[in-house]
C-alpha cells in the first residue's frame, strides 16, 4: 500500500507545475547529439505526448548534427565547423535539408505517431516561418548558414489551435528564396521569443554547462549573463555549446520565462524538469 502511497505523492507533486504551466507555449530543442537511440528517442517522445496531454502546448525543434555529419561521411565529403556552425557549401546545405527535413524530422512525427499523438512536421520553410540572412562569423562567410531576422508565427499558430504538435527542422529561406542550415539552437530560441514561450528546453549530451568538459561535478546549476559571456569569452564554453549559450541569453533578454540546458540522454530529464522542484541541469537567468 505505502508504494501505492508513494506514487500517489509523486503524481501530486507535478499539479502546481501543471497548473502553472497549463495553456502556455514549451519550446524543446531536441540535439541531434541526445538522438543516440530509438529507446531514447521514445522516452523523450512520451515525456513530450504527457505535456501536451496535461495542457502544456510544446512545440519540437530539433537537431541532426551527428547525423548530417554522418551521412556526409558516407558520400565523401568533409566537415568543418567553425565557432559550433557547420561550414555549409550547396552540397552541405542539400544533405543537412535531406537529413533533417526528410529523415530526422519525420522520424519524430512517427514517433509520435505510435504513441498517438498528432505531430505535423515542417520545416523553417513553410508557411514562410523561418528568414534569414547570411550569416557572418567574425567578417567571414561560411557558406549557406543562415542568421534568423524574423520569424512568422501564423503556421504556428494554425497548428496549435488544431491540436497539432508542431516538429521543426531548423532550415530557413532568405528573401530570394534561397535554402539556409540554421543552427537548431538559433531556431528553438528565435521560435520561443517569437512564440512569447514560458519555457525554452535545451535537450543536448551533456549534463549542462560544465567548468570542465570531462568533469560532471563541474556542472554549472544556474548561471547569468555576464558570466555566460565571460566563459565564452575564456574559451571554457566552447564548440556546439557557444551558440546554444548565445541563444539562452538571447532568450532570456526576450522575455522567455525559463531557459534550461538539460541533459538528454537521461532518461525523463524534460519531466524531471517541467514538473518536479529538482533542479537539474543549468538554468539561464539575467
Ligand atoms: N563548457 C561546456 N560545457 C558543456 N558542454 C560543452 C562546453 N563546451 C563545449 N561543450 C560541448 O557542447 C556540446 C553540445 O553541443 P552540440 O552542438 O554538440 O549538441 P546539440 O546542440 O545538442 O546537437 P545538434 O547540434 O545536433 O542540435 C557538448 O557535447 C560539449 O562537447
Ligand atoms: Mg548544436
Redesign the pocket.
Known sequence: MEAFIEKAKTLIEALPYIQRFAGKIVVI???????IDEDLKLSVIKDIVLMKLVGLKPIIV???????SYWMDRVNLQTQFIE?LRVTDAETMEIAEMILSGKVNKSLVQLMFQQGMKAVGISGKDGAMINVEKKLVNGKDIGFVGNIKHVNTEVLEVLLNSDFIPIIA?IGLDEKGQSYNV???DAAGAIASAMKAEKLV????????????YDQRTL?TEINVSKAEE?IQDG?????????IKCCIDAVNNNVGQVH?LD?RVDHSLLLEVFTNSGIG?MMVK
Open positions: 530543442k531536441y540535439g541531434g547529439s541526445a538522438m530539433h537537431g541532426g548534427g551527428k547525423e548530417i559550433g531548423p543552427n537548431a539552437d535545451f535537450l543536448t549530451d551533456v549534463e549542462g554547462v560544465l567548468l570542465d568538459p554549472i566563459l571554457i564554453i566552447a564548440g556546439g555549446m557557444i551558440p546554444k540546458i538528454g543549468t
